[in-house]
T-cell receptor
Framework: GIQVEQSPPDLILQEGANSTLRCNFSDSVNNLQWFHQNPWGQLINLFYIPSGTKQNGRLSATTVATERYSLLYISSSQTTDSGVYFCAVAPGYNKLIFGAGTRLAVHP | EAGVVQSPRYKIIEKKQPVAFWCNPISGHNTLYWYLQNLGQGPELLIRYENEEAVDDSQLPKDRFSAERLKGVDSTLKIQPAELGDSAVYLC?????FGGGTDTQYFGPGTRLTVL
C-alpha cells in the first residue's frame, strides 16, 4: 500500500520562529489533507491540497503531486501552534492514510 | 454549522465488557468514517459508510467489532467483548463525498477508551 512519511518527527521552536514540515508519499493521490491535532486530541483541518498552493493566515501549504510531496509552512509560530501535525492522503477515494505526524512544541 | 459530534468523550471499562460509541456527522454529509488512533500514531480507518451502506469495512475486526448506520445519519460502533489492546481513541469523521471525486473529511473530538 501507499507509504506516507513525515519529517521531522519532532520539532521544538521559540515563539516567532518559522518552520517547514514535509510529507512524502509513495504513489499518486486524489486527496491530501493537513491536520493539526491539538493537545486535547481534536483533529483540525488545515488544508485540503492534493495539488497547488494555499494560504490561510500564518499557514501555507504546497503540494507537488508529480514529485509526490507536500510542504506545510508555519510562520511566526505561537504557543497555540503546539501539537501534532498530520499529513493524510487518499490514493483512491475517501480512505485517508495518515503519516506518523510531526510533533511540534513552541516555547514562549 | 455544528461539527461532528461524538459521545461519550471518555470511557473506562473492564476487559470483557461491551462498549458502544456514538457519532452524529455534519448535517448533509452522506459519508461517515470510523477511525482508530493508537497512542503516538496516526488514525487508521476501521469502516466507511456511504449513506447506510458499509462500503469499506476491510479493517474492522469483525469478531468483536460491529457498526451500524441505520438511517444514513448517525452511527454506532460497538466492541463486545473489549480487550486490553482496544484501549485507544475512536474517531468519527464525515464528508460530503458520494459517488466519485474527493472531499474534505472533518473529524469529531473522539472517544478515549481505556480497558482495564
Amino acid at each position: 500500500g501507499i507509504q506516507v512519511e513525515q519529517s521531522p518527527p519532532d520539532l521544538i521552536l521559540q515563539e516567532g520562529a518559522n518552520s517547514t514540515l514535509r510529507c512524502n508519499f509513495s504513489d499518486s493521490v486524489n486527496n491530501l489533507q493537513w491536520f493539526h491535532q491539538n493537545p486535547w486530541g481534536q483533529l483540525i483541518n488545515l488544508f485540503y491540497i492534493p495539488s497547488g498552493t494555499k494560504q490561510n493566515g500564518r499557514l501555507s501549504a504546497t503540494t507537488v503531486a508529480t514529485e509526490r510531496y507536500s510542504l506545510l509552512y508555519i510562520s511566526s509560530s505561537q504557543t497555540t501552534d503546539s501539537g501534532v501535525y498530520f499529513c493524510a492522503v487518499a490514493p483512491g477515494y475517501n480512505k485517508l492514510i495518515f503519516g506518523a505526524g510531526t510533533r511540534l512544541a513552541v516555547h514562549p | 454549522e455544528a461539527g461532528v459530534v461524538q459521545s461519550p468523550r471518555y470511557k473506562i471499562i473492564e476487559k470483557k465488557q461491551p462498549v458502544a460509541f456514538w457519532c452524529n456527522p455534519i448535517s448533509g454529509h452522506n459519508t461517515l468514517y470510523w477511525y482508530l488512533q493508537n497512542l503516538g500514531q496516526g488514525p487508521e480507518l476501521l469502516i466507511r459508510y456511504e449513506n447506510e451502506e458499509a462500503v469499506d469495512d476491510s479493517q474492522l475486526p469483525k469478531d468483536r467489532f460491529s457498526a451500524e448506520r441505520l438511517k444514513g445519519v448517525d452511527s454506532t460502533l460497538k466492541i463486545q467483548p473489549a480487550e486490553l489492546g482496544d484501549s485507544a481513541v475512536y474517531l468519527c469523521a464525515s464528508s460530503s463525498f458520494f459517488g466519485g471525486g474527493t472531499d474534505t473529511q472533518y473529524f469529531g473530538p473522539g472517544t478515549r477508551l481505556t480497558v482495564l
